[in-house]
């Protein structure tokens, strides 16, 4: 028994079949939004083949028992992800599958029902070795299944209908994923882990290919996501970039003339943090800057497309994985962002926000120059990426220090000049090379104590979104010691 489409299909397979119609007796109507809401159809799938008066109604009524319902869904994700309008888009909620598949999940204990047609196989294995039927175990997964699918279905078409009213805080708020991989453990071996898709299509870990290597971890998943996150605000038409993560923040953040030299000035800001880590670019990969990324041990290279030189060049690392999406992620594209707590969730908008250099007020007498202000643009990108309390050093537009994650800002200020200093130490340069530096602090600063380790390591200008109750002090602290001082107006606070 089935509906129109599929109907028709099975019959050009030259397989007995007759339309839910002659079932119900009742003709498909409204446009085919009524054809399955019918008791010869849900009286066969709730029946209990085991209670007497429910097989005395049915056979008064002439129901006849259902025990396997196959249900595909009217595709109303890939709807909307195509932009159709509003009508089409209400035209493709599935009113009939659903409640079909409800009801024969509830009476799974003596019906099939199947809702992704992965399980075809296993079905088909079980009615082969159960002369036609099926266990009760299997049966109890596809009920999970189905119930999970019906689930996500409601969930896309709560969140659309949210958005279509402009509704940000609506009074549920639900939210699915398709289990794209189970991974070995968590964060630590000692926790289960998984790693699930939720169709936004967003480019990125989820939506990339995997050329080679192990499969990716829980912690590899997260810190690509970021460093793609981070690599993707740099216009790819302005230029190469690379970014290297470690442990969700960056190491080194670069741009240069070419891949291979964005790669290379990024990794010298932190060669011993960069051991290990993620490496994304904003453009496909080459076989110069594979070649570069292979003098040392990196766990993942993401980038927006690789060449057949480059991929040769890695195929002798078995143990690196290369990933390569079809593009970037839109930086300012606005979206959702979750953060679990006891007994709920934090929902807030990703963090789209974006400062152009015409938003910046010079705050200190002296004003700062082109290449300064380039740098301090560069910086406060890089930011926006770092743990909060974040503080970042750039100098030709790459990082030369980074303080990540500190309960103090000062801290995050001076655990960044240390750094600098080392690599300068290890690079064998004659001065740290954050002389001559800019700085970025994603939040303001709270006194002036920050200023004056900045200039002590050789930062020339400042870039903050100001708000403090001292700003007074601390654009007096800059202007004593010939930093030239912006103000964003905005914070990126990242935890």
Not at 27 to 39: A, Y
Not at 149 to 170: K, M
Not at 467 to 491: E, K, N, P, Y
Request: net charge negative; glycine share 10%; proline share 4%.
């Amino acid at each position: 028994v089935s509906t129109g489409g599929t109907r028709a299909a099975i019959e050009k397979l030259g397989l007995p079949v007759k339309d839910v119609a002659d079932l119900t007796g009742f003709p498909e109507m409204m446009d085919g939004r009524v054809k399955t809401l019918h008791p010869a159809v849900h009286g066969g799938l709730l029946a209990l083949r085991d209670d007497d008066e429910h097989l005395v109604a049915m056979a008064a009524h002439g129901i006849e028992p259902i025990d396997l319902l196959i249900v595909n869904l009217y595709p109303f994700e890939e709807t909307v992800a195509k932009g159709a309008d509003h009508a089409t888009c209400i035209e493709n909620i599935d009113i009939g599958g659903p409640a079909m598949i409800r009801a024969a999940s509830k009476n799974h204990k003596f019906v099939a029902v199947v809702t992704d047609p992965s399980d075809y196989a296993g079905l088909l294995d079980q009615m082969k070795a159960h002369h036609g039927a099926t266990t009760l175990a299997f049966r109890q997964k596809l009920a999970l299944t189905a119930y999970s699918r019906t689930a996500a279905y409601d969930a896309a078409v709560s969140g659309w209908l949210a958005g279509e009213l402009g509704e940000n805080t609506p009074r549920w708020k639900s939210f699915a994923g398709k289990l794209a991989q189970p991974l070995r453990y968590g964060e630590n071996p000692h926790q289960r882990a998984a790693f699930y898709v939720d169709g936004t299509r967003r480019e990125g870990v989820a939506t990339a290919k995997q050329w080679q290597g192990k499969e990716l971890s829980y912690n590899n998943i997260n810190d690509t996501d970021a460093a793609f996150e981070l690599v993707a605000e740099f216009d790819p038409k302005a230029g190469p970039a690379c970014a290297i993560i470690k442990h969700a923040n960056p190491c080194g953040v670069a741009r240069g003339a070419s891949l291979a030299e964005a790669y290379s000035r990024a990794y010298d800001c932190d060669r011993t943090s960069a051991f290990g880590g993620i490496v994304a670019l904003n453009q496909g990969l080459d076989a110069e800057t594979a070649r570069l990324i292979c003098d040392i041990f990196t766990e993942v290279v993401i980038a927006p497309g690789a060449t057949d030189e480059a991929k040769a060049v890695f195929a002798a690392k078995k143990n690196l994985r290369l990933l390569t999406t079809a593009g970037l992620p839109d930086p300012r594209a606005d979206g959702p962002a979750f953060k679990q707590v006891a007994g709920g969730f934090l929902m807030q908008d990703r963090d789209s926000g974006y400062v152009a250099p015409s938003d910046l007020k010079v705050v200190t007498k002296r004003a700062p120059t082109d290449a300064e202000l380039a740098d301090l643009m560069f910086a406060w990108t890089v930011a926006k990426h770092v743990k909060s309390n974040a503080i970042v050093y750039a100098k030709g537009t790459a990082t030369v220090g980074v303080g990540a994650g500190q309960m103090s800002r000062v801290d995050s200020t001076m655990i960044a000049a240390r750094k600098a200093g080392q690599m300068g130490e290890i690079l064998g340069l004659a001065e740290t090379p954050a002389k001559g530096c800019v700085a970025a602090s994603d939040a303001f600063f709270p006194f002036a104590d920050g200023i004056e380790v900045l200039a002590s390591v050789g930062a020339t200008a400042v870039i903050q979104p100001g708000g403090s109750m001292r700003d007074d002090d601390v654009i007096a602290a800059a202007d004593r010691l010939g930093l030239a001082m912006v103000l964003t107006g905005q914070r990126h606070f990242r935890h």
